[in-house]
């Protein structure tokens, strides 16, 4: 039996917090921009979605480097949030906004599809006996998107685990302070002899994938099936 070193255990506890902290601050944020994207028309919608989109669309590296440019200790934003004692390069929480970043395009891709999905006679019906707009929302379309944000948290989550290229090229890759699962699997790959430990972390992070996969299918499909038969 394999046993993992102290550093690599680290890394998987950093992991899961990074990757639960990137979901939990984004989620709010992505069904705000999900339903902007869904439900305006205004001339420069377009830009915001092309936005969003972005990450998926440059490098990690790229997106990194520019969350480097914006949030380092030089940066414009860096420099206003220092004297608050927030900082992000270098630190796990520039791990998390990392993560964030990357996984957001998922979870708004996932929110977007189910609110397109929702029947608009519903909300109408619903605002013709004298409900608002908060109280629509709340009691109808919520309920109805429920199993897109839960697809979209999980598979935010699952990519914020397997986060590498903007991770480290934001925070670095120092053992026990910004050192995620990905990173850790990077550096034992670089050490001879280090094979069994690879095949380990690897296992572990294929393992988390397909968990959070099949996770995010059946408590969709579970949460939907209640919808329904409430309905």
Known sequence: MIELSPLAIAAITLSLQVASVAMIASLPVAIATAWILSRSRWPGLWLL??????????????????????FGRNGPVGRLL?????????QWTGAALAAAVMGFPLMVRAIRLAIEAVDPKLEEAAATLGAGPVNVFCTITLPLIAPGILAGAIMGFAKAM????ATITFVSNIPGRTQTLPSAIYSALQIPGAEQQVVVLCAISVTLAIGAVFLSEWLTRRIARRIGGAL
């Open 49 to 70: 979605n092309a936005l969003v989109h972005l990450p998926l669309i440059l490098p990690p590296v790229v997106t990194g480097y520019l969350l480097l440019l914006g």
């Open 162 to 165: 397997g986060e590498f290229g």
């Open 82 to 90: 220092e004297p608050l004692g927030i900082t992000f390069a270098f």
